[in-house]
């Protein structure tokens, strides 16, 4: 009898742990959704359209979502310059997570998701670069990201001009 007792009040706690998580996961999501609107309103746009794209996703699987904010300056210099394919390496991520209830801009306190963008811009940047392609302008956003990355995962912070010399 005690061993049911115990159990049942096993299941109790899991059951309202679950719940206050899910409570979270969901206040995360509405508060996600109303950065995301906030963010979308200050984006530049053509027509009408934001030039920007937002996602909101968990990124590390915390019960807590994070805003992310693909931004290219090749695009909202020159829109409808690049085709779709050439122009995804060509965005830089912004990440927005919550902090003490409110979204804060954090792309620093991803190292996993930006050392997964390295790999992702360096396999680009080998694309277009063996492509002998007349026109810089992919392959200098993709440089000017692999310098952002290295930068973020070496300092915790981005100062345009100090490339290092590698970006491997």
């Not at 310059?81 to 122009?87: A, E, I, N, Q, W």
Request: charged share 25%.
């Amino acid at each position: 009898m005690k061993v049911l007792v115990v159990s049942f009040l096993v299941i109790i706690i899991w059951v309202q742990a679950q719940t206050v998580s899910t409570d979270l996961y969901l206040q995360s999501a509405i508060e996600a959704a109303k950065h995301l609107k906030k963010l979308k309103s200050k984006s530049p746009t053509f027509h009408g359209f934001s030039l920007r794209k937002y996602v909101i996703k968990d990124l590390n699987f915390d019960g807590i979502f994070e805003v992310l904010e693909y931004v290219s300056e090749v695009e909202e210099e020159m829109t409808g310059y690049l085709t779709v394919s050439s122009s995804l390496p060509t965005y830089w991520i912004n990440i927005y997570s919550m902090h003490n209830g409110k979204f804060q801009e954090s792309t620093k306190d991803f190292r996993k998701f930006l050392k997964k963008q390295k790999l992702f811009y360096q396999f680009w940047y080998e694309c277009f670069k063996s492509n002998h392609s007349e026109d810089k302008t992919v392959i200098n956003a993709i440089e000017k990201n692999l310098e952002r990355v290295a930068q973020f995962l070496k300092y915790g912070f981005y100062l345009p001009g100090n490339a290092p010399t590698s970006f491997y």
